[in-house]
């Protein structure tokens, strides 16, 4: 594998590593502060992110060596509505600048794989970020949201309000892919 894209991979790696953990932590705050929807959003999305770092370090399967990983990261564990707005953030950054030039570079290396990886992140981050949005608005209201169950694609990581698609608008696999939590 090339290794610009192979670094990219790592930090990817890295960045959604540290995302899984950071929406666990966040969520068991929202729990013990009674947001028990805002704390299930955040499982929920805790588990896509789980999905993207294991596609990512799949990729890099060949790649056996030790490394020092950098990766950008949101930090703090503040009230729920401030941690919504760094899941906001996070997601955000993913969208429009991370996840759009590596998926450039995996192009021009030719990285196939790498590119799958990349796309099902960048699409689904944009789902997460949607979520999330929504959420705030609600706790900034004085409210837990009101979400009906959350649907994860155990492929992608895309994640949706209400019933499992028949087909994921991402990855194509069928409703028997996905992880609902209610
Ligand atoms: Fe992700
Ligand atoms: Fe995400
Ligand atoms: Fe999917």
């Known amino acids: 594998m090339h290794s610009m894209t192979a670094s990219n991979l790592r930090s990817a790696y890295g960045g959604e590593s540290m995302a899984h953990m950071r929406y666990v932590i966040w969520g068991d705050k929202a729990r013990r502060d009674g947001l028990a929807n805002v704390a299930r959003l955040f499982m929920a999305i805790a588990a896509a992110e789980q999905i993207h770092a294991s596609n990512h370090f799949r990729e ?9 990983v950098a990766s950008m990261a949101v930090f703090g564990l503040l009230e729920s509505s401030d941690n919504l707005q760094g899941g906001i953030d996070g997601e955000t950054y993913e969208v429009d600048e991370m996840y759009p030039a590596y998926l450039e570079e995996a192009r021009f290396q030719g990285e196939k794989g790498a590119q799958l990886s990349f796309n099902y992140a960048l699409s689904a981050e ?3 970020a949607a979520l999330f949005r929504k959420a705030k608005k609600a706790v900034d209201a004085g409210k837990d949201p009101e979400l009906g169950p959350l649907q994860v694609c155990q492929v992608c990581g895309y994640t949706v309000e209400g019933e499992a698609p028949d087909r994921c608008p ?6 028997e892919r996905f992880q609902a939590f209610k």
């Open 60 to 68: 890099l399967r060949a790649e056996a060596q030790d490394f020092l």
């Open 170 to 175: 991402i990855c194509n696999v069928g409703k």
């Open 126 to 128: 944009k789902t997460h």
